[in-house]
């Protein structure tokens, strides 16, 4: 059973930064391509960011430029650079693989950005 645990989450004024970090574990052979999603009040969850295990990166409209997913030395663990914040970032935030079939979805970390 893999466990995901994020974290790194918090209050930030606009314009300001946070990094994120998800560690995984458990049976955990290969990842074809890590996820960061986040979920705000009343919608849905959504993508915001990927990374293969070859390192390509892709992003949402609404986040590129300003977030950047990263894998750490560690074996399954993964960042999110978060910078020039938003106040319509704030959601929870999760990692999981970026296409089914998803692991269980981790408690997420909070992140909220007061104008």
């Known amino acids: 059973q893999v466990q995901l645990v994020e974290s790194g989450g918090g209050l930030v004024q606009a314009g300001g930064s946070l990094r994120l970090s998800c560690a995984a574990s458990?049976?955990?052979?290969?990842?074809?391509?890590w996820g960061w999603y986040r979920q705000a009040p009343g919608k849905q969850r959504e993508l915001v960011a990927s990374?293969?295990?070859?390192?390509?990166?892709d992003y949402a409209e609404s986040v590129k430029g300003r977030f950047t997913i990263s894998r750490g030395n560690a074996k399954n663990t993964v960042y999110l650079q978060m910078n020039n914040l938003k106040p319509e970032d704030t959601a929870v935030y999760y990692c999981?693989?970026?296409?089914?079939?998803?692991?269980?979805w981790g408690q997420g970390t909070q992140v909220t950005v007061s104008s």
């Open positions: 458990g049976s955990i052979f290969s990842i074809p391509a």
């Open positions: 999981n693989q970026k296409s089914p079939p998803y692991f269980s």
């Open positions: 990374i293969t295990s070859a390192g390509s990166t």
